[in-house]
């Protein structure tokens, strides 16, 4: 079965990290033995530019009939006037295919613990995801209001809203190492003391699923004091917001973190975490790992080729391990050159693996 992919370059390094992702995917398709086909829209600014607007409708029909969207930046500071945003035509696709999931992993193995902020000793090894509720909480909830004197905005979520994020959390850890740590403020906010009773009822029905508890203040300091102490991370919408950030810069660079977002059915949406980079637009020199590593977490998800998935991955340790890097990471790579040295890695991760099949 061929999967059809639809993809979005958007904006700024948008174009530059989605070719270095086709790429890998090709190599990765040629040598694992998979087929797909890769449909090109417009999306963003340069939606905008082509179609006037940053969802073309094109672009909308495409994406409901794909299997999978990968997504590479949108924005930047030629539309920041525009009266419809770039990053409106995101939120608009989000509610669009219902993606109330966030799934963000991070990995920090043995090869990257050098490039990270924190000391090796701390950092080599954490290794968890953090799912976040992407359609609820206090950047949807109403009522909000701006006054000269006063401000308010509601953070708001239904026990159906929980229990979903909750199961897909659950289920993630099932694939893991079977642990699932809500964040919360449960000490104060009503909402969070909803999520708790919530998350404590579905845990039930994981009984192979150890579930423990966590304020975000204290959750904000252990990911940066004792991060392997965690597997999953299930937390509502602004909280995830600021972990996944804080989360992304314990690996040495946003530029190496993949995102995938997901609704109950329909296409899964795999991107970058960050931005389109408009300082570095253009220069050749934008990190293309977040965008292999999208590529490798829709093999994953969307493929069902776990197993090329893997390699990618390797392949990307091993670039890093070799200082193939972009200078994010502190090295001297162009985008190409570093997508090249990837691509090389696979190739021999594939042998390796023909090698054992072998014996
Ligand atoms: N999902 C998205 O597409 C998304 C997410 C966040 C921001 N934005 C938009 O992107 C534009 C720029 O926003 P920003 O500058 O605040 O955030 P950004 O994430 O684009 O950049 C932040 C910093 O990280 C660096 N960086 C990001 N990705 C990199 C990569 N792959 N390789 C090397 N360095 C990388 C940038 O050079 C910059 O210094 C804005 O228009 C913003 O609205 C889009």
């Known amino acids: ?193 909803l999520w708790r009773r919530v998350v404590g009822e579905v845990a039930v029905e994981y009984p192979d699923v150890h579930q423990d508890a966590m304020y975000v203040d204290a959750a904000a300091m252990k990911l940066v004091s004792d991060p392997r102490r965690f597997d999953v991370i299930l937390t509502e919408n602004l909280f995830g917001d600021i972990l996944s950030d804080e989360a992304a810069e314990i690996t040495g660079s946003l530029g190496t973190i993949p995102s995938q977002s997901r609704g109950a059915s329909g296409p899964a949406v795999y991107e970058p975490i960050h931005g389109s980079a408009p300082d570095i637009a253009g220069q050749g020199i934008a990190d293309p790992i977040s965008m292999i590593a999208s590529v490798s977490l829709m093999l994953r998800g969307s493929v069902g080729r776990a197993d090329v998935a893997d390699r990618i991955d390797a392949a990307v340790d091993a670039a890093v391990s070799a200082g193939e890097i972009t200078p994010d990471l502190g090295g001297t790579a162009t985008t190409t050159e570093a997508t090249d040295a990837i691509i090389r890695h696979l190739s021999t991760e594939f042998s390796k693996g023909a090698h054992d099949d072998q014996h």
């Open 1 to 193: 079965m061929s999967t059809r992919i639809v993809t979005l370059p958007g904006d700024g390094i948008g174009p530059e990290i989605m070719e270095a992702g086709l790429r890998v995917l090709a190599a990765a398709a040629q040598q694992g033995g998979f087929e797909y086909s890769a449909d090109e829209h417009p999306f963003g600014g340069a939606g905008i530019d082509a179609c006037g607007s940053p969802y073309p409708e094109a672009t909308r029909v495409a994406v409901h009939e794909a299997d999978a969207v990968l997504l590479a930046a949108i924005g930047g500071p030629a539309w920041d006037d525009a009266p419809d945003r770039p990053e409106a035509g995101l939120l608009r696709m989000r509610q669009d295919l219902g993606l109330f999931a966030n799934l963000r992993p991070t990995r920090v193995t043995a090869a990257r613990a050098g490039r990270s902020p924190l000391r090796p000793e701390i950092v080599a090894g954490a290794d968890f995801v953090i799912v976040r509720e992407l359609t609820g909480g206090i950047y949807f909830g109403q009522p909000r209001r701006l006054g000269d004197d006063e401000a308010f905005d509601t953070m708001r979520y239904r026990r159906d809203e929980i229990e979903r994020i909750a199961r897909v959390a659950f289920e993630t850890a099932r694939t893991r190492r079977g642990r699932v740590t809500l964040v919360d403020k449960a000490n104060v906010l009503a909402s969070s003391k």
